[in-house]
């Protein structure tokens, strides 16, 4: 399995595994601002999450893309997964309840340095 054969960090993509959404341009990118409201919200909690190396934001303004990423050791995923990654659904929800915002996901995937 993947995260066996890592030793490294496991990379999520959370609120999370990897939050991505879609943002839009109307009304002068006011979903773009009130997506980083919310992570601004939700940014001390997935930093205290157990094993967290550092939450980042990554913003395209081509494809307007919002995503939440959070690195944390590939050994501490298991208890993250087992809280259902909280505070996930309530970040989702959030972004989900935001007009102009499509394509709520989540993605949980591995990186390392090579």
Known sequence: AIL????SSLFL????PRDAVKWSV???????????V???THADSLKAVKGCLNVKRI?????????????????DNG?????KFAPEADILAAMG???GVS?????TYTIMDV
């Open 38 to 40: 919310v992570l601004n």
């Open 4 to 7: 066996e054969a890592e030793n």
């Open 26 to 36: 109307d009304d002068d990118k006011k979903s773009l601002a009130a997506l980083q």
């Open 59 to 75: 913003v395209c303004g081509a494809c307007q893309d919002f995503k939440i990423v959070v690195t944390l050791n590939a050994a």
């Open 103 to 107: 394509a709520v996901e989540t993605q």
């Open 13 to 16: 993509f959370k609120g999370g």
């Open 79 to 83: 208890a993250w997964e087992a809280s």
């Open 97 to 99: 309840a935001i007009a």
